[in-house]
């Protein structure tokens, strides 16, 4: 299979199981091994945290300190929040520069947006974001609303290098209090300053395939939700150039998988719903 890049975006593990620390050293070592199926670098491999290892977890701090140990972009104990961890996860093989938005710690929890990344590719940014759903954090206030302030910066500074698609990957939906701090502004700055620019918000939390339009006043925006990983295989996207109509769009090729969006309630086992 060819592709450049995997980005996995959330729930490890279900939600039922413990937050401990095997858990999350375990996949990082299915993850980062050498005779993976797909043959993929492990530094093409991103990695997003969803609820289940992070907010639903009774103890959030630990459960941070875990994930940032395993797949965060930075070393959690120096609170730096920067530069590649142990297994060199999401720092691109090809050589193609990738920028990392890392707060200080928010009140000395954690990195308020480690494990956000961008990079620019053949005309196209690729943001990934920290926006989960489940439980409460404390900080969606500063956290997903900073989410936003920096995709608007990304657009700006990429916008006049050619930018003229763009994907975003999160954990969550852009719903609740992630539509308030940020679906609401960058649905308007698309419609505003970008309303020629092929946009899609890739997600995973509902575990629901679903393809939807949130904006009616903007058809360049596409929302779509993945099915969860017991459903279905990952998808390939594609971000497609016809160059006759020069014009950008997305492909999304579902693999043989079910996407019936029956992705039971119950369903606990949900660790690959994940993204190529």
């Known amino acids: 299979m060819d592709f450049k890049f995997i980005v996995h975006i959330g729930d490890i593990k279900p939600g039922n199981e413990t937050c401990n620390s095997e858990r999350y050293s375990d996949v990082a070592e299915i993850i980062a091994h050498q005779d993976n199926a797909l043959g993929y670098d492990t530094r093409d491999f991103f990695m ?65 947006t480690s494990s956000n990344f961008a990079f620019f590719s053949d005309y196209v940014l690729f943001l990934g974001l920290n926006q989960v759903g489940g439980g409460i954090i404390g900080d969606e206030e500063t956290r997903v609303y900073g989410n936003y302030l920096w995709v608007e910066q990304n657009m700006s500074k990429y916008y006049v290098k050619g930018m003229r698609a763009m994907v975003v990957f999160a ?49 360049n925006l596409i929302s779509l939700e993945v099915e969860g990983g017991e459903e279905a295989d990952p998808l390939l996207l594609t971000v497609l150039w016809d160059n006759i109509v020069d014009e950008y769009s997305f492909h999304v090729d579902y693999r043989n998988g079910k996407y019936e969006s029956g992705c039971d309630a119950g369903n606990t086992d949900k660790t690959w719903s994940s993204n190529y």
């Open 48 to 112: 997003l945290p969803g609820d289940n290892e992070w907010s639903d977890c009774p103890d959030k701090v630990q459960a941070w300190r875990y994930w940032m140990t395993y797949f965060g972009n930075g070393n959690y104990e120096e609170e730096t929040g920067i530069g590649p961890n142990a297994h060199g996860f999401g720092t691109l093989s090809d050589g193609t520069n990738v920028e990392y938005f890392n707060e200080p710690p928010d009140g000395g929890n954690y990195p308020a």
């Open 171 to 219: 954990h969550a939906a852009m719903t609740g209090v992630r539509h308030v701090y940020f679906g609401v502004p960058f649905m308007k700055l698309l419609r505003k300053q970008y309303p020629e620019i092929a946009t899609l918000y890739l997600h995973g939390d509902g575990h629901d395939f679903g393809l939807i339009s949130p904006d009616p006043d903007n058809p």
